[in-house]
């Protein structure tokens, strides 16, 4: 199969007809064999009916169905264990990627040997003011973080080889970093692709403001995650022992001042309660360390989810 097309949504029964018969005719007209895995993230409209009634009618087109809703993430994910196509692309449900897009990411995969294309929508239809600049800022920390010269990491129309896909896991919030996770993952030829964004036929956004805290959060977890998801005692243990350390040599200064002047006390003075506070500080740290080391070595896989339905996937 040349393409696994997965696309995520939530609430898009207007919009799913149109998508599906879009991506037909450019597929069909570029001869590729493909199948198209929507996957409904507990959608309270019409959408799996929808699902089913494009299913009769096109044998490539599958569905999932979670019992609730996850999230884009888990939505991803689930889609990806389910993708056979050589090149895997993924793009949003609500029109507003263009699957005309799908030949030219599919070239720069099979033909220019990128490991993953991430679409930049350059001329944008929703430059709100409490959108673009949140989304400009994120962009450049999560560039900054890792080294990878990307100016829309949170576009939704992406292409991968299959082995990106099947090697990564996209869990919490982390489909905005799936950049990042390939390249810890080791795929590091990662490129970019001007992409046409079209303005929004039905319904609407599913994104609040709130998208955007939880995106530095899950930023920070993923920098941790990424260097030190597999040795926590290197990171605990680094400053569980500088802080052990720091606290060690004030008590033994206190310890000589006690001795050179023995009629202070030294509980009156508050280097003493820093250096003791520094000792436990660093204690801790070093028994989180332990804990991690044995959570990361023994941890089942995270991602668990109630899947109502299923059509065409195994």
């Known amino acids: 199969m040349d393409i696994s097309i997965v696309v995520p949504l939530f609430n898009e029964d207007e919009s799913l007809p149109e998508l599906c018969a879009w991506i037909e005719r450019v597929v069909t007209a570029n001869s590729f064999t493909y199948e198209i895995i929507l996957v409904d993230d ?24 979670f019992q609730r809703n996850y999230g884009k993430s888990a939505a991803l994910n689930e889609g990806f264990k ?21 030949p030219g990411l599919y070239k720069m995969i099979v033909e220019d040997k990128f490991d993953m294309v991430s679409g930049w929508k350059k001329v944008r239809y929703d430059n709100t003011l409490t959108k673009n600049i949140p989304s400009k800022f994120f962009n450049w920390a999560t560039r900054r973080m890792s080294k990878i010269n990307l100016h829309d990491f949170n ?25 990042v996770l390939a390249k810890w993952a080791g795929f590091r030829k990662i490129g970019e692709k001007v992409v046409e964004h079209r303005k929004r036929k039905y319904g609407t956004t599913k994104f609040g403001w709130e998208r955007f805290v939880n995106g530095f959060l899950d930023l920070a977890s993923i920098t941790f995650v990424g260097k030190y998801g597999k040795r926590p005692m290197h990171f605990f243990g680094l ?6 350390l720091l606290g060690l040599l004030m008590i033994g200064y206190l310890i000589a001042s006690k001795i050179i002047e023995p009629e202070y006390a030294l509980t009156n003075r508050p280097v003493f309660y820093i250096s003791l506070t520094l000792m436990v500080i660093g204690t801790l740290m070093f028994i989180a360390g332990f804990l991690g080391e044995l959570i990361a070595r ?6 668990h989810y109630l899947i109502e339905k299923k059509i065409g996937v195994e």
């Open 239 to 244: 400053f569980g022992s500088f802080v052990l």
């Open 42 to 65: 507990g959608s309270t409209d019409n959408s799996w009916e929808v699902i089913e009634q494009l299913r009769s009618k096109n044998p490539h087109i599958k569905g999932i169905r």
């Open 155 to 179: 576009c939704g129309l992406k292409a991968y080889r299959l082995k990106v896909v099947k090697s990564i896991e996209v869990y919490g919030e982390m489909h905005r970093y799936i950049p």
């Open 82 to 102: 389910a993708a056979m196509g050589t090149v895997v692309i993924t793009m949003d449900a609500d029109l507003q990627d263009s699957p005309d897009e799908i």
């Open 298 to 303: 023994n941890s089942p896989g995270r991602n």
